[in-house]
């Protein structure tokens, strides 16, 4: 399965906060040594400073989403570039708002889009206060609100989804990994 031709573009991960995109991101990089990109990570290095900052900075949000889209414009001209790019990317769970960015998704590689019941984001993202969007009073009523607003759009962009609930992080994996060969394979 992981040989040296699988697969020939990068596997994206898209869906909402807590579904799980960095640990599986993480797995996929353990299984096929490719370079993992997580957008939120390598914005805080860009930035020199931690999501919540930018967010509470002058730019305020609109700055992280126009760095967002900066580094998905650099990572499909990479794609562009060589034809080749190999990457596992893992990215921020805003990041399907513009449409520039759901285009840009879909030509970085094969989008494979995580989601879980809306219980369980709420409890598996109660445990981190280090995201700016649900430092409100009524965060599982921030999820709610955000949920039905991008369900619409991480659909639009990806290729797959999985319902991650009752899998774990290998199960979802291997899945991925079985359902983008059989998606390169029939492309080639
Ligand atoms: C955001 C999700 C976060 C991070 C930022 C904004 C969002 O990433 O990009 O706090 O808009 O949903 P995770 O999905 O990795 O938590």
Same mark, same amino acid.
């Given at each position: 399965m992981n ?5 020939p573009? *990068?596997?994206v /991960? ?6 799980g995109? %960095?640990?599986?991101g993480?797995? /996929?990089? @353990?299984? =096929?040594?490719?370079p993992l ?7 805080e290095?860009? +930035? ?5 900052e930018?967010?509470?900075?002058a730019?305020?949000e609109?700055?992280? @989403?126009g760095? $967002?889209t900066? =580094? !998905?414009r650099? /990572?499909?001209?990479?794609?562009d +570039?060589?034809?080749?790019d190999?990457?596992i990317v893992?990215t ?5 708002? %513009?449409a $520039? *960015?759901r285009?840009? /998704?879909?030509?970085l590689?094969y #989008?494979?889009? !995580?989601? +879980?019941? #809306?219980e369980?984001?709420? $409890?598996?993202?109660?445990?981190n206060?280090?995201?700016? =969007?649900? *430092? ?6 921030r999820i709610?609100? !955000?949920?039905?607003?991008? $369900?619409? &759009?991480?659909r639009e962009?990806?290729? !797959?989804?999985?319902d ?5 992080f ?6 991925? =990994?079985?359902? +983008?060969?059989?998606?390169?394979t029939?492309? &080639?």
């Amino acid at each position: 399965m992981n040989g040296p031709d699988f697969p020939p573009k *990068n596997l994206v /991960l898209i869906g909402f906060m807590g579904c799980g995109k %960095s640990t599986v991101g993480r797995e /996929l990089h @353990r299984r =096929l040594h490719y370079p993992l990109v997580d957008t939120d990570h390598e914005i805080e290095a860009r +930035a020199g400073m931690p999501i919540k900052e930018i967010f509470a900075g002058a730019g305020g949000e609109p700055e992280f @989403r126009g760095m $967002e889209t900066q =580094l !998905l414009r650099e /990572l499909v001209a990479g794609v562009d +570039a060589d034809g080749g790019d190999r990457r596992i990317v893992s990215t921020g769970g805003g990041i399907c708002g %513009s449409a $520039e *960015n759901r285009g840009l /998704l879909r030509r970085l590689g094969y #989008v494979v889009w !995580l989601h +879980a019941p #809306v219980e369980v984001i709420i $409890e598996r993202t109660s445990k981190n206060q280090e995201r700016p =969007l649900l *430092n409100t009073g009524d965060p599982a009523a921030r999820i709610r609100t !955000l949920m039905k607003e991008r $369900e619409p &759009l991480y659909r639009e962009t990806a290729h !797959l989804d999985i319902d991650t609930s009752g899998l774990d992080f290998k199960e979802i994996s291997v899945g991925i =990994l079985e359902s +983008a060969r059989y998606f390169f394979t029939s492309r &080639l």
